[in-house]
Every structure is written in structure tokens, then in C-alpha cells.
């Protein structure tokens, strides 16, 4: 198999932050590797540094110590990447087509002219078709889920960092979203990094899952997964995975 290409490279990474009471570590001696077209998936316990770690590499915030390098190069801003937060953050004065179509409007109007017909396929994919002139408050929160992903890979963009982007939703569609990101990875091949705290959703998705202690946040922990993503949800092995994650992360926390 061919070695591929690093997209994110993160050394030796260490983040505090300052409040009224002190400073506190969030992120300590981080250090992982991810290649071009990889889908990864962090998990770990809440205040883990899980958000802080998608905002260095999205070039947001800087580290105290350590490198973080995207596509070869050191961290910049704007780095390379579309992100998506935990919030769908749709415009509400903006129909779901304009939402949509906000990265490439930014970037010029021949931009969003020329993005026309890949939006215009990628809403009839999402099955969002007939919804395009209504506005965020008018949706259900999958389909502004839905908007939201879509706009994020309109940004075009090679790296995907994703937080939590399916929390607010019911399970059932969560079930779905899980399989519009699947068939968007599988269809542009984008580098892929989410964070989850539901360890089957990482499991399902990912070509490997990276576990993050409780705060301050290391690295403890890193499962390739090498079934077919089909075949997985019923293996025994991906639920002997997640027992042994939670209970990694629950000893973690004791």
C-alpha cells in the first residue's frame, strides 16, 4: 500500500488557558499524524480539548508549545480547512440556497456562479430539493444539519474538521446524517477529522479513532479500524472496540 501524504501533522502540543482562577492546561504533549483522504474521529470526556485541538488546526487559536502543520506547512489562518461547529450557525435572514452558497459569495459572485450546479446536485442528494427558498427557522434541525454540511464542503476545501456536528439531532437522524457524511467522504475524499463523544458513531465512521484523556487532554489511545464500514455495525469486534474505549475513558476519569 502506498504511503500517503501527511494533511495534519500536530507535535508535541501543549495549550493553557487563563481565567480568574488561574491557568489551566487543556492540551498536553498532543502529538498525531493524519494522511490525505483519512477519516479520524477523537473522542474523549468533555473539557478534553477535543474543540480547542479543531480550532489550532483550523489556525484560531496558537499553542504554548509544540507544531502544528497543515498540508506541509506551518499553521496559518485561514488554514486550509472548512469547518464545521457543534451549531449549525445557518443565517437566519438567508434562504437555505444563499446559506449555502455563503463561502463561495465570499470569495467572489463568479465563485458562487460557478458552485451553482454542484450545490444545486448536492441539495438533491441531501434530499433538500423544494426546501431551497426557505429560511432556517422553516427547517427541521436534520435539514439544517443537512444545509450546514453541504455549505461545508462547498468551501472546497481538502480538510473537513467537523465538531460534534450531529448532536442536536434525534437518533434516527443522526442515522441519516452519519450516511449523507459517509457518501460525501466516499464521493471527494477529503481529509476528515470529527469529534464525537458517541464512541459507535467513531467507530462506524472512521478509519481510526485517536482517544483523548480528561483534561488536560493526551493522547491515550488509537484504533485502526480495518472492517468495511457495511460489515462493521454488527461485528463483534467493533463492540468489543467500544467496550474497551468507554472503559478507557471511564478509568480514565475515576
Not at 72 to 93: E, I, N, R, S, T
Not at 105 to 125: F, T, Y
Not at 132 to 152: F, K
Not at 180 to 204: F, G, N, S
Request: include cysteine; charged fraction near 20%.
Amino acid at each position: 500500500m502506498p504511503h500517503l501524504a501527511s494533511a495534519i501533522e500536530v507535535a508535541g502540543l501543549h495549550k493553557t488557558f487563563r481565567s480568574r482562577f488561574g491557568t489551566y492546561a487543556v492540551l498536553q504533549d498532543v502529538s498525531l499524524d493524519i494522511a490525505e483522504g483519512e477519516f479520524v474521529s477523537l473522542v474523549g470526556p468533555s473539557g478534553s480539548g477535543k474543540s480547542t485541538l479543531l480550532n489550532m488546526l483550523a489556525g484560531l487559536e496558537h499553542p504554548q508549545q509544540g507544531v502544528v502543520r497543515i498540508l506541509g506547512a506551518p499553521q496559518v489562518y485561514p488554514a486550509p480547512v472548512a469547518y464545521m461547529q457543534q451549531k449549525d450557525l445557518l443565517l437566519p435572514w438567508r434562504t437555505l440556497w444563499d446559506n449555502i452558497l455563503l463561502g463561495p459569495e465570499i470569495r467572489s459572485k463568479a465563485e458562487r456562479g460557478r458552485l451553482h450546479d454542484e450545490a444545486a446536485a448536492l441539495v438533491q442528494a441531501f434530499h433538500l430539493d423544494g426546501f431551497t427558498d426557505a429560511y432556517p427557522a422553516q427547517l427541521s434541525g436534520g435539514m439544517r444539519q443537512r444545509a450546514a454540511l453541504i455549505r461545508t464542503l462547498l468551501c472546497e476545501q481538502p480538510i473537513l474538521l467537523l465538531d460534534e456536528p450531529f448532536s442536536g439531532v434525534d437518533a434516527l437522524t443522526r442515522g441519516h446524517l452519519q450516511q449523507y457524511l459517509l457518501e460525501m467522504w466516499r464521493q471527494y475524499r477529503k481529509t476528515v477529522v470529527l469529534v464525537t463523544h458517541d464512541v459507535e458513531e467513531a467507530l462506524l465512521l472512521s478509519d481510526r479513532v485517536l482517544v483523548l484523556s480528561a483534561r488536560p487532554g493526551r493522547l491515550i489511545g488509537e484504533f485502526p479500524m480495518t472492517l468495511p464500514r457495511p460489515a462493521r455495525a454488527q461485528s463483534p469486534e467493533t463492540l468489543r472496540l467500544k467496550t474497551r474505549i468507554v472503559e478507557m475513558l471511564d478509568s480514565d476519569e475515576a
